[in-house]
């Protein structure tokens, strides 16, 4: 099905790590992009592809991929990495999806 | 930089037409290497992809919008454009547009206009 499926919502305690998950059949045969989102703001491109983070985007941000599944991992969560975050993908007919969002809960 | 700029009206009547132009500025909307598109988000809830449009005319559409959404390019202005025809007050929500570079195996979402709100409301 085209339908990119994250958990509601996760916790961390601060400077853990934690794996937020996005499956799909689409993530296949694509890799997955990921997006932070703080409240008022635009969605902000954190990682993609196999192995790809942004200029500015913090090392801790990492990503991983198998079979239908994609993940970001934040190792050391900060207290500003509380937010929503989204996955993202591209279908075999050339259309985009979105997760439906993890909010991320820094503890 | 990359740069993007939505404009257009904040409120829309029932039954009307929702029209928004994002203005880029740091790449060209001519550029074979760059899509341009639109995504929306209302208050509260995940993010909705609407559309999207590159160079060389290709277009992709939502499913479930694609009876109602057009997008096209301007070359001239280098800016896109959106309309939705028939809203309701369901497509009340932020839209952005934002600049998307394709891959083989992937595509990201790496430059975001700020937002703007349209409102569905007589």
């Known amino acids: 099905s085209s339908e990119l499926t994250q958990d509601p919502a996760v916790s961390v305690a601060l400077r853990q790590r934690v794996r937020i998950t996005c499956q799909g059949d689409?993530?296949?045969?694509?890799?997955a992009s990921w997006y932070q989102q703080k409240p008022g703001q635009a969605p902000l491109l954190v990682f993609y592809?196999?192995?790809n983070r942004p200029s500015g985007i913090p090392d801790r941000f990492s990503g991983s991929s198998s079979g239908n599944t994609a993940s970001l991992i934040i190792t050391g969560a900060q207290a500003e990495d509380e937010a929503d975050y989204y996955c993202?993908?591209?279908?075999?007919?050339?259309?985009?999806?979105f997760g439906g969002g993890t909010k991320l809960t820094v503890l | 930089q990359v740069q993007l700029q939505e404009s257009g009206p904040g409120l829309v009547k029932p039954s009307q037409t929702l029209s928004l132009t994002c203005t880029v500025s740091?790449?060209?909307?001519?550029?074979?290497?760059?899509?341009w598109s639109w995504i929306r988000q209302p208050a509260g809830k995940g993010l909705e992809w609407i559309g999207r449009?590159?160079?060389?005319?290709?277009?992709n559409y939502n499913p479930s919008l694609k009876s109602r959404v057009t997008i096209s390019l301007d070359t001239s202005k280098n800016q896109f454009s959106l309309t939705l025809n028939s809203v309701t007050a369901a497509d009340t929500a932020v839209y952005y547009c934002?600049?998307?570079?394709?891959?083989?195996?992937?595509?990201?979402?790496?430059?975001w206009g700020q937002g703007t709100l349209v409102t569905v409301s007589s």
């Open positions: 934002a600049r998307i570079m394709s891959g083989a195996r992937w595509g990201r979402f790496d430059f």
């Open positions: 740091g790449d060209s909307v001519s550029s074979g290497t760059s899509y």
């Open positions: 449009i590159d160079s060389s005319g290709t277009i």
């Open positions: 689409s993530l296949r045969s694509n890799y």
């Open positions: 592809g196999k192995d």
């Open positions: 993202n993908s591209r279908d075999s007919s050339g259309n985009y999806l």
